[in-house]
């Protein structure tokens, strides 16, 4: 909707929630199922002003009420956390923006302290989640000590029995079979013997100066 539809249905549903609170909500002498009848339509009228205000991009500013600022088209108070995203069915969607880890903290920080963002997407099956954190302490495992985790901004992509970490430092691609807690051995490649990596199903692709342009993980579904 644009911003003159946009203000007219909004007028509308304003002069409809009104004629609500009016009729049935601030009479005294109204019977108690007509009052909750009031009351539902009320409600339901709320959560249309609720999606209808997303659309709004408060372009006519905000004006002072009480210690808060209202926008003057939709009246939904200024910096308030919206409870949905409205999304096109057609074309590319936006959810967010792109959030880096902070600089460094003034004092130490727990893991709930430190998140920023951490949040989670279905899209057509393939699962996507998105953690920023500053950096913080933490007791990982069965070690007794705090370790200080840096601060990091992981990506991780769950699809066909993979799951993919995109993070600052490391990316890492884990299969069906790692198992968190089980007996996992490794190395970086020349490390490894002939005879292990015969087993691998990856091709890395190189340039000409030969630095890593690509690597590849035959997905046998079966087998891995
Ligand atoms: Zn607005």
Redesign the pocket.
């Known amino acids: 909707m644009n911003k003159k539809e946009l203000k007219v249905e909004i007028a509308k549903l304003f002069k409809s929630m009104d004629y609500v609170a009016d009729r049935y909500l601030s009479k005294t002498k109204i019977n108690k199922k007509k009052s909750e009848l009031g009351y539902n339509i009320y409600q339901q009228l709320g959560l249309l002003w609720e999606f209808l205000?997303l659309q709004?991009?408060?372009w006519d500013g905000y004006k002072k009420k009480g210690d808060k600022f209202l926008?003057k088209?939709?009246r939904?108070v200024k910096g308030i956390k919206e409870k949905y995203y409205l999304l096109p069915v057609n074309g590319g969607k936006v959810i967010g923006r792109m959030v880096k880890p902070g600089k460094d903290n003034l004092r130490k920080l727990s893991k709930k302290e430190a998140e920023i963002v951490n949040d989670t997407i279905k899209f057509h099956g393939a699962k996507l989640n998105v953690a920023v954190f500053k950096e913080y302490a933490s007791k990982f495992g069965k070690l007794d000590k705090e370790i200080n985790v840096a601060a990091d901004r992981v990506v991780t992509l769950e699809e066909n029995g993979l799951v993919v970490d995109i993070s600052e430092y490391i990316t890492g691609i884990k299969t069906k079979r790692f198992k968190e807690g089980g007996r996992i051995y490794g190395g970086f490649l020349w490390e490894l013997p002939k005879k292990i990596l015969r087993k691998m199903p990856i091709i890395l692709s190189y340039d000409k100066s030969g630095k890593l342009a690509e690597i590849e993980l035959i997905h046998l579904q079966k087998k891995m």
């Open positions: 205000s709004c991009k408060h926008c088209i939709c939904k």
